[in-house]
């Protein structure tokens, strides 16, 4: 199957300083990968979607300039949380859509990263 | 209205027995994929199994099934003869659009927690 990878696996940083988290398809190329969020026992909220060389698709709610996304390549996107707060706190977790699984257009999740922000 | 909804908070089962995990959806395009997903308490999302809307028959994959009820918008997944490390957490999600339309995000279910005992 697809493998999906994220770095760190958990960071924790002081308020008011800027995280950056990857996520890299591995064995696959990804035109298309997802930012979600996730409180503790919640579903996952889609925050923005990425595409491979174009600016990002936040949703309603999201700022932009808090969580900055950049699809450098085909194997990997980033997301930065700046100038971080305790209540961005969460478990960020990507997905990437492999193409090759065009019949099910499966997306494959990373295995997440928890940031705590004291 | 929510587009995907699991109404089983939690759920307790033994070991060895099936068990069903509940979810209905609301979409009004013709072509969907279903999916559901486990999330254990190490917080990676792993895919399990896939449903197209226009598929005949149900989807299997090994111990899961997915009872597939078109006209009544339901897509259950029934897990048989658990183990305990069937213990997590299970969303249900879906794609509305074509497998082959860039950027279409997936929209989550709360989750059902599943407790499995010996």
């Known amino acids: 199957g697809a493998v999906v990878s994220q770095h760190p696996s958990w960071v924790i940083c002081k308020s008011g300083t800027s995280v950056k988290i990857e996520c890299r398809s591995l064995?696959?190329?990804?035109?298309?990968m997802f930012w979600y969020r996730q409180f503790p026992k919640q579903s996952l909220m889609l925050m923005a979607t990425?595409?491979?060389?174009?600016?990002?698709?936040?949703e309603q709610g999201v700022e932009k300039d808090k969580f900055l996304i950049n699809h450098a390549s085909l194997t990997l996107s980033t997301l930065t949380v700046t100038s971080a707060h305790p209540e961005d706190s969460s478990f960020y977790i990507c997905?990437?859509?492999?193409?090759?699984?065009?019949?099910?257009?499966?997306?494959?999740f990373g295995p997440g990263t928890r940031l705590t922000v004291l | 209205a929510q587009k995907i909804t699991q109404t089983q908070p939690g759920m307790f089962v033994q070991e060895k027995e099936a068990v069903t995990l509940d979810c209905t959806y609301d979409?009004?395009?013709?072509?969907?994929?279903l999916f559901w997903y486990k999330q254990p308490s190490s917080g990676e999302m792993i895919f399990l199994i896939y449903q197209g809307s226009y598929d005949q028959q149900n989807a299997t994959e090994g111990r899961y099934s997915l009872n597939f009820q078109k006209a009544r918008k339901s897509a259950n997944l029934v897990i048989s003869a658990s183990q305990l490390g069937d213990s997590a957490m299970y969303f249900c999600?879906?794609?509305?659009?074509?497998?082959?339309?860039?950027?279409?995000?997936?929209?989550f279910g709360k989750g059902t927690t599943l407790s499995v005992s010996s």
């Open positions: 064995d696959f190329q990804a035109t298309t």
């Open positions: 990425s595409n491979e060389g174009s600016k990002a698709t936040y």
């Open positions: 979409t009004s395009d013709p072509s969907y994929g």
């Open positions: 997905s990437a859509r492999d193409r090759r699984a065009a019949r099910t257009d499966t997306q494959y």
């Open positions: 999600a879906m794609r509305e659009g074509l497998s082959n339309q860039a950027g279409t995000a997936l929209i």
